[in-house]
């Protein structure tokens, strides 16, 4: 294997918009280090840049992919569902002007957004639904994924720029990644994050486009150079599920982080907490499954501390009406989502961090996630779900607490534990995990067996 770095050209695609995505951030971010041309390839959506350069230096270019600019033999299909009332945006999906679709090129632009071009949309299809047509109705929507990925491989051969790997992330990436690749002949990966078929709403659905679906996603899997994923659990899953060697597990893990000596209090100065308070953590994703219901219970058991629940999604309006609400009022707080470069230090701020994904879905019972890690990286202890991708870990490295995730009283009891214990026994708990996170759990040693890789597939090494 050569040992010399030879500069090659990396594009990542993302099925969303870019902004907090902490793998690809990493992985772009140790690309450009390393003196690689590397670009993300992301979703456009109002109000962000179709083009624009990262703090760290990569570009992340942004195509607005829509349901509606999917549809095959469009100047047939739209009248029909205009007809029917589908072709409305609580179904197909946000209004895109004809200069968004057109992408922005990887080679020009000031990083103004499209939405200042001033070209309107067609007002033909943007009109609300104004009736429910039931069944056909919920067709329409399923069949908007297969729109919106087809919508955004048109748009991504159009600006994306020539690479030498081309890096699909999650199956509604890895389409667009495979037609890339073959227009350039290049190399593949597919980075399967989670099981989406037992994963979120995919896990509930059933029928035709159900096993369309599940059989897409094997054959791109099979199509693509590698497979990769985020933690052995997942690896043989999917090796089962698509018929493939075991792919290569790179854990989403934080870079290596040291806290301040003094242990930063931002929750305390955002939300004005009382000094005494003591934070109970949940960040990430706002949906179904996540824990974030089994702390909104358990806070109240614990004297003396208050649930932050910080981070974005389908949810957010529920958890603002829960911390709203008469008996949770001063014990819950709602904060929006921060950028990855910043979030080890909020992380940092908390005293527990929550992690407690319930058994809903294959996926959610065999994960390992992010904000598991990252509890880990910022030497934070965690209340973890007692599931093979967490409880492991937790118990091998002292990071955590596992605790079946459903039992309210056992949640509550962990999060005493930690925060009413000694203030020697508190200290040496942060050691434990900022520990695991330095010697095992980190990015720089997950990144190296991704370049490796990539050194293997194209020859060069990266």
Request: overall charge positive; hydrophobic content about 45%; some cysteine.
């Amino acid at each position: 294997m050569p040992h010399e770095i030879v500069p090659q050209r990396c594009v990542v695609v993302l099925p969303s918009t870019g902004e907090f995505d902490s793998r690809t951030y990493r992985i772009a971010r140790t690309l450009h280090e390393r003196g690689h041309e590397v670009t993300v390839l992301a979703r456009w959506k109002p109000g962000l840049a179709v083009r624009e350069i990262h703090p760290v230096g990569y570009p992340i270019v942004r195509v607005a992919a829509t349901a509606v600019d999917g549809l095959p033999l469009r100047a047939l299909t739209l009248p029909v569902l205009r007809a029917l009332r589908l072709a409305a945006r609580p179904i197909l999906g946000p209004v895109a002007t004809r200069a968004e679709l057109a992408g922005a090129s990887p080679l020009a632009g000031d990083g103004s957004s499209a939405a200042a071009s001033g070209d309107e949309a067609d007002p033909g299809w943007a009109h609300p639904a104004e009736r429910d047509p039931g069944r056909v109705r919920g067709y329409v929507r399923r069949a908007r994924i297969f729109l919106m990925i087809r919508s955004h491989r048109q748009r991504a051969l159009d600006v994306a720029p020539v690479a030498d790997v081309y890096h699909g992330m999650a199956y509604m990436g890895i389409s667009v990644a495979l037609g890339l690749g073959r227009r350039h002949g290049a190399k593949v990966v597919y980075d399967a994050r989670d099981i989406y078929m037992v994963a979120a709403n995919l896990a509930r659905l059933r029928g035709p486009i159900k096993s369309i679906l599940a059989r897409l996603e094997r054959g791109w899997a099979r199509s693509s150079d590698r497979v990769i994923t985020v933690n052995e659990p997942y690896a043989a899953e999917l090796a089962r599920r698509f018929d493939v060697p075991a792919p290569l597990v790179v854990m989403n893990c934080s870079y290596r982080y040291s806290p301040p000596a003094t242990r930063p209090r931002r929750f305390h100065e955002r939300l004005n907490l009382d000094p005494k308070a003591r934070v109970v953590l949940y960040q990430g994703g706002f949906s179904r499954g996540r824990g974030v219901e089994q702390l909104i219970k358990a806070i109240h058991r614990v004297p003396d501390a208050v649930l932050v629940v910080m981070g974005y999604g389908a949810l957010e309006a529920d958890f603002r009406a829960a911390a709203d609400a008469l008996e949770n009022r001063g014990r819950i707080h709602v904060l929006p989502a921060v950028a990855p470069t910043e979030l080890l230090d909020w992380v940092a701020s908390a005293d527990v961090v929550g992690v407690l994904f319930q058994h809903d879905t294959l996926n959610n019972y065999l994960s390992t996630p992010n904000k598991f890690l990252e509890a880990m990286a910022a030497g934070v202890p965690s209340v973890c779900s007692d599931h093979p991708g967490m409880g492991p870990i937790a118990r091998q490295t002292g990071c955590g607490i596992a605790v079946d995730p459903t039992n309210i009283e056992a949640i509550a009891a962990a999060i005493r534990s930690v925060i009413d214990a000694l203030a020697e026994e508190r200290d040496a708990a942060r050691a434990r995990a900022l520990a695991a996170a330095h010697e095992i759990y980190n990015w720089e040693s997950q990144v190296s067996g991704l370049l490796d890789e990539y050194t293997r597939l194209t020859g060069r090494r990266w």
